[in-house]
T-cell receptor, first 115, second 112 residues
């Protein structure tokens, strides 16, 4: 079974530029998560989709971050404009349960450096 | 609101020693799920174990075991006879309703 795919693996941009990350979840998984993991910290949930609807985006900085899930499958996360504090690893995960009772499977993440 | 606390920042042991990782959680829900994940240097979070709030039976799976105590809101995880490959960051996570939240993680270093 193919895992969660993310691209790119690494990205370096200057502050105020924009950047987009892509995620392809495990086939058939209805729930998709985007997490931000700052160095030395645990992952912080940015947004959670159930199929193509948003379940939770309470911690998404909506003035600069946006996310969409196309046809309930692939997802993109965008930052515009980026700030220095956005430097982090962005993790995508998926699960086949919407009630939180099934484990989430994670991709390898995108390491973003904002200079 | 849900909260997961991992008080241990780093643990260093010599190979073959046992390692116990502490996790304390807070939630208002009566139905919830607890997880342990491992994050090796490669960066990908790997699921290890899951326990639901109605099952306090402690189990052993290979070299992993866990101790779930609802009375103290703790979900501790033990690696028996540690190996160098166990070196990683370990995260405790809580899911109530639908949101999956993580603790800050404990870095485990196993020295040969």
């Amino acid at each position: 079974e193919a895992g969660v795919a993310q691209s790119p693996r690494y990205k370096i941009i200057e502050k105020r530029q924009s950047v987009a990350f892509w995620c392809n979840p495990i086939s058939g998984h209805a729930t998709l998560y985007w997490y931000q993991q700052i160095l030395g910290q645990g992952p912080k949930l940015l947004i959670q989709f159930q199929n193509n609807g948003v379940v939770d985006d309470s911690q998404l900085p909506k003035d600069r971050f946006s996310a969409e899930r196309l046809k309930g499958v692939d997802s993109t996360l965008k930052i515009q404009p980026a700030k220095l504090e956005d430097s982090a690893v962005y993790l995508c995960a998926s699960s086949n349960g919407g009630g939180g009772y099934t484990e989430a499977f994670f991709g390898q993440g995108t390491r973003l450096t904002v200079v | 609101a849900q909260k997961v606390t991992q008080a241990q920042t780093e643990i260093s042991v010599v190979e073959k020693e046992d390692v116990t990782l502490d996790c304390v959680y807070e939630t208002r829900d009566t139905t919830y799920y607890l997880f342990w994940y491992k994050q090796p240097p490669s960066g990908e979070l790997v699921f290890l174990i899951r326990r639901n709030s109605f099952d306090e039976q402690n189990e052993i799976s290979g070299r992993y075991s866990w101790n779930f105590q609802k009375s103290t809101s703790s979900f501790n995880f033990t690696i028996t006879a540690s190996q160098v490959v166990d070196s990683a960051v370990y995260f405790c996570a809580l899911s109530d309703d639908y949101k999956l939240s993580f603790g800050a993680g404990t870095t485990v270093t196993v020295r040969a």
